[in-house]
């Protein structure tokens, strides 16, 4: 057992299957849970999703857990304030009571073989938790709107790129055991924050092979422990209407011992500053951006005429020249 690998014969571990499957509305043991976790100092409840809820051909149709796992957890959280969650599924889970009322939640999503020796590493602090989550995590109420909605922009949005509700988590959330700070590098285009607004011609912001808009973070470790951190730069565009809410661009992963620093490099290329018109051509254009690493924000425009990058039409026409 992954948790007896750690405490050993010391402490003494108790062990409930309260629920015979992520489906199943059998509320007939969780006494038996409820003792366990009263009687202890600690309780963990796996809860979560299988392929009874997805798999190839079968969908979901809400984003709630199944069955009575929800119950589950309110009654071993009732008897054992020190209750942590441990989430095993693929899809997103809408756990709007669990977050307002359960001290601790671990991600572990589908963890393979291995999984069990994984999360409780990072329970007894074996291993710093350094992942970042790749989806929005919405409310449960978000299947109000129409999954046949091919639209990410209407009727609220989707992806975190388009969404205009409150996450339950955003895209790239993640906690650590140790602290990060972030600022800009001496140099750095953003080391002026919005006090100066940074201007690059559509040619240069166009280019592959030059970066005029490199920006450089400084990463520190400020807390006790060793950690790793992935360094998230995000774009948000002022004033165009096509454009994402916001748009990770570049990203960085770095490892850093208690009180190391170093430095990060993020570049805004081509493809993140382009728009794509309803004729299929590509073209980055001109108008103002801000760029986001953490809560460092800095301000740049881009000037000039519009230039194209991918013309949809003339790659059909070529390709029918072809034929």
């Known amino acids: 057992m992954a948790v007896k690998r750690i405490v050993g014969d010391s402490i003494q571990v108790k062990y409930v299957q309260a629920l015979e499957g992520t489906g199943s509305t059998d509320t007939s043991k969780f006494g038996q849970a409820a003792n366990a976790a ?10 979560g999703l299988t392929s009874q809820q997805e798999t190839e051909g079968r969908d979901r149709t809400d984003l709630t857990l199944p069955g009575a ?9 009732q008897a054992q304030p020190n209750t942590i969650v441990v989430l095993i599924n693929g899809g997103p889970l809408a756990i709007e009571s ?62 975190y790129q388009h969404y205009t509700g409150n996450a339950l988590w955003e895209f790239g959330y993640g906690l650590s055991y140790t602290t990060f700070n972030y600022t800009w590098s001496a140099g ?19 280019s592959v092979s030059d970066t005029p808009l490199m920006y450089t973070v400084s990463v520190k470790n400020t807390g006790t422990v060793a950690g790793a951190d992935s360094v998230l730069g995000f774009l948000k565009s002022s004033g165009q209407p096509d454009a994402p809410i916001r748009e990770l661009f570049d990203f960085g992963r770095v490892y850093l011992e208690a009180g190391e620093s170093c430095v990060v490099h993020l570049t805004v290329g081509p493809q993140v500053l382009s728009l794509t018109d309803s004729s299929g051509i590509q073209s980055v254009r001109s108008g103002k951006y801000v760029v986001e690493v953490g809560d460092l924000r800095a301000a740049f425009e881009v000037y000039g005429p519009d230039v194209e990058l991918f013309n949809l039409p003339e790659v059909r026409q070529r390709h029918r020249e072809r034929l």
């Open 188 to 206: 750095s285009i953003g080391a002026d924050g919005n006090d100066g607004m940074y201007r690059v011609h559509s040619s240069l912001a166009a």
């Open 69 to 77: 796992q929800d119950k589950l957890v309110r009654k071993v959280l």
């Open 98 to 159: 669990i977050k307002e009322s359960v001290p601790a939640i671990v991600e572990a999503f589908y963890p393979g073989e291995l999984g069990g020796d994984a999360v409780t590493d990072v329970l007894f602090g074996e291993v710093n938790p350094s992942g970042r989550l790749p989806y929005t995590i919405y409310p449960a109420d978000y299947i109000k709107r129409s999954f046949f909605d091919m639209s990410l922009r209407d009727n609220g949005g989707c992806t």
């Open 38 to 47: 009263q009687s202890s100092d600690v309780a963990i409840v796996c809860v």
